[in-house]
């Protein structure tokens, strides 16, 4: 095909991608675009470029994680440049980015397989469907369609070295590699599909080796890393806890399996959308669920063999592609934070796109009766295409705001987190009354993350609840020592109604804790002045020069307490 023909059909999907995510612009920020765009320092100045490659993602937030996305906050960086904190330029470069996938997927199947009905139905499915829509409209889902727009690009090049044998663009191949594992650890199985993509290809082992070891020996530099110097957590177990389900690989094969009829039926039948999707853990093969993915997973193999040896290796492909960029996200080998989420599909459903294109476009005619297959198999591809576009629009009405979010997601999944991400959703609007309503829903349905208590402390105290907040706050504490938010908030609550002394008491009470932490000794050198115990006022703020001796404010207000305690 000639630029031209790529040119219009860059145009069409540029006019269909916008045509379904253009009602997403108005949508705003919430949940973890709060941490990694809104409170995060790190994004607003270049001068904290260098943090991006030596800390967390949600560091510049005051905050822990052990994601490390570069290039992530990079992209943030740059839309913070050009739009402050203006949502719309977000979206519109989630949007692009999607459509720049779209038609990067197209070229890479024209590439591999020279067949454009097929290369173009997958990207177009790719494109429309509403699954995408928590990597597209939910501002911080960036990290799958940039790594992947990285991906793919790469994978490009590779396609370049081979047929054109030059290595500039391997070299360019590894580097984009590089760019992808740099916004989002997920992309490390990239040399892995490479590798199959050259055993379709008959290529003699050893050439296959030659080809991908430098793929492989950069996964293997960053997984080292990952391990080491940027490990920022528990890498090797992201689930947080030792439970039978990390404990035991064949229980996470078998759970696994059982997801894979959900990710089906959300891939034909994409409705009833909606974050915090949970699974039960299974613990034997025998469950209906396991049995009935295994009988699917065996005829995919078989279909994929048949059409292998007659010398067809788009279904094939199609199979790997599938199940090699889901296996890192499939609990297998490292346990990880989720069972299942819709934005785990952004890669995968090329896969199974790419089989479905297959089949419709090369087995349905050469069945019996194709002369009426062939017509009704358009028709029903016509309505599934417009259903996508349909269900991807009404997807993004409800990422509009937090509360139209949260509200959603209960009636579907009803959990601690949601009812407190909604509950502070409230509270933003200042709508207290359901804000302690969610608080309380929240610890009623799992009561153990302080968090929640603190927060509906905060709730009562804008009630003037006084009391029922130093409760919530003492639970907060209670449940985890070293929660600084909660020792503020009691102290601050305190400090309103002048009780200096309850004040000084809870911030003592956390510099036991965290003898060196600047904001409390700030608050508790305060509350000395405002007691005019001027001379432990003076040393509270002096230890703060001992830690941070440049303190000219610091310096500043000790010379104003000097000078009232001589006025005494």
Partial sequence: MNEKSHFKIFLLFFLLGFLVYLNSFQNQFFWDDDDTIVKNVYIKSWKFLPNYFTENLIAGAGLHSNYWRPLLLFSFSLDYKIWKLFPFGYHLTNTLLHILNAFLIYYLLLLIFKNQKISFLTALIFLLHPLQTEAVTYVTGRGDPLSIFFILISFIFYIFAKEKNQNKFLILSCLFFIFSLLTKETVIFFPALVLFYEILNREK?????????????????????????????????????????????????????????????????????????????LTTIFHPGVIFSLLILFLIVLVSIYTFKKGNKIFSFGFGWFFISLFPLSNILIPISGLLYEHWLYFPLVGFSLILSYSIFEILPKLKFNRFLVPISYLLLFLFLGFLSIRTILRNFDWKDPITFYNQTLKYSETARIHNNLAMAYADKKDFENAIFHYQKAIEISDVYPQTHNNLGNAYKETGQFEKAVEEFEKAIKMDPYFFFAYNNLAGLYFEQKNYDKAIEVYQKYLKISPQNLNILYNLGIVYYLKKDYDKAILTFQKILEIKPQNEEIFNLILKIKAEKEKR
């Fill in 205 to 281: 082992f050893k050439k296959i080796l030659i080809n991908t070891s430098p793929l492989f020996f950069i996964a293997l530099i960053y997984f080292i890393l990952r391990l080491t110097v940027l490990n920022f957590g528990q890498t090797l177990n992201l689930y947080g806890e030792e439970n039978i389900f990390t404990k035991n690989i064949h229980y996470r094969i078998f759970t696994f399996l059982n997801i894979l009829l959900t990710y089906y039926s959300l891939y034909f039948l994409p409705i009833h959308l909606h974050m915090e999707r949970n699974a039960p853990i």
